[in-house]
């Protein structure tokens, strides 16, 4: 059986080419261990591998194995649609958010952020390509958002976050990608500052890289099969 360590090595070494094949260094591109519906040992097992940085999409199922893993140096990410009612928790166990695309659930997240745990760091979900099923603000509404939540306290605005719909082939997902890359410049001409593209999973890591993503989202490939769904978020 495939350790979670070696496939973590097989993903890191799928970056790297994707990387060169862009042009990039390897080192541009991080990646984010999707742990959603596994527990504390894999994720354990995957910080022995050397990884830190976790998302999660499933608020309390984070909460309860973000507070198991204490004692390790993690980065926690959420990944998933948040709830009014979920923001406190959010606020109050997680590093990241990437899934923000309402100013109400931005100005949540920055009055009930403690102050002794610094910033959380906050990226803008888009809904780049139109996609009826996906989350997301839509592109022409995504300046205005960013220069509001920008101004918020305890937040920092970092980047973007797309999740498109599936492309047919290799260029089609660059073309999508290419377009959350372009909003993303424009947004930092406006001196927003931002240093970070969320875009990219298992199926489409290849093409976001060479889009120009920053961040990865990895789940099965490094886990492998997901257990059932959680019954609460």
């Given at each position: 059986?495939?350790?979670?360590?070696?496939?973590?090595?097989?993903?890191?070494?799928?970056?790297?080419?994707?990387?060169?094949q862009?042009?990039?260094?390897?080192?541009?591109?991080?990646?984010?261990?999707?742990?959603?519906?596994?527990?504390?040992?894999?994720v354990?097992?995957?910080?022995?591998?050397?990884?830190?940085?976790?998302?999660?999409?499933?608020?309390?199922?984070?909460?309860e194995?973000?507070?198991?893993?204490?004692?390790?140096?993690?980065?926690?990410?959420?990944?998933?649609p948040?709830?009014?009612?979920?923001?406190?928790?959010?606020?109050?166990?997680?590093?990241?958010?990437?899934?923000?695309?309402?100013?109400?659930?931005?100005?949540?997240?920055?009055?009930?952020?403690?102050?002794?745990?610094?910033?959380?760091?906050?990226?803008?979900?888009?809904?780049?390509?139109?996609g009826?099923?996906?989350?997301?603000?839509?592109?022409?509404?995504?300046?205005?958002?960013?220069?509001?939540?920008?101004?918020?306290?305890?937040?920092r605005?970092?980047?973007?976050?797309?999740?498109?719909?599936?492309?047919?082939?290799?260029?089609?997902?660059?073309?999508?990608?290419?377009?959350?890359t372009?909003?993303?410049?424009?947004?930092?001409?406006?001196?927003?500052?931002?240093?970070?593209?969320?875009?990219?999973?298992?199926a489409?890591?290849?093409?976001?890289?060479?889009?120009?993503?920053?961040?990865?989202?990895?789940?099965?490939?490094?886990?492998?099969?997901?257990?059932?769904?959680?019954?609460?978020?």
């Amino acid at each position: 059986m495939t350790t979670i360590a070696e496939k973590l090595h097989q993903v890191r070494a799928d970056i790297a080419t994707a990387c060169t094949q862009a042009g990039r260094p390897a080192h541009a591109v991080t990646l984010l261990a999707v742990s959603k519906t596994f527990g504390p040992d894999a994720v354990a097992q995957a910080h022995a591998a050397g990884q830190t940085a976790f998302g999660e999409n499933y608020i309390q199922e984070a909460v309860e194995k973000i507070a198991a893993l204490q004692h390790l140096p993690l980065e926690w990410h959420c990944i998933g649609p948040i709830q009014s009612n979920k923001t406190r928790l959010v606020a109050e166990h997680f590093d990241w958010v990437h899934t923000v695309d309402r100013l109400k659930i931005a100005q949540r997240l920055s009055e009930q952020r403690p102050p002794h745990l610094g910033p959380l760091n906050i990226c803008i979900q888009i809904n780049v390509d139109g996609g009826p099923t996906k989350s997301g603000v839509p592109p022409e509404e995504a300046l205005a958002l960013a220069q509001a939540v920008a101004q918020l306290p305890h937040l920092r605005l970092r980047g973007l976050m797309c999740i498109p719909e599936p492309a047919p082939d290799f260029e089609a997902a660059c073309a999508v990608f290419t377009r959350a890359t372009a909003l993303f410049g424009t947004l930092n001409a406006q001196k927003l500052g931002l240093d970070t593209l969320s875009m990219g999973m298992s199926a489409d890591m290849a093409a976001a890289i060479r889009a120009g993503s920053t961040m990865v989202r990895v789940g099965s490939a490094i886990f492998g099969g997901r257990p059932a769904k959680p019954s609460t978020n």
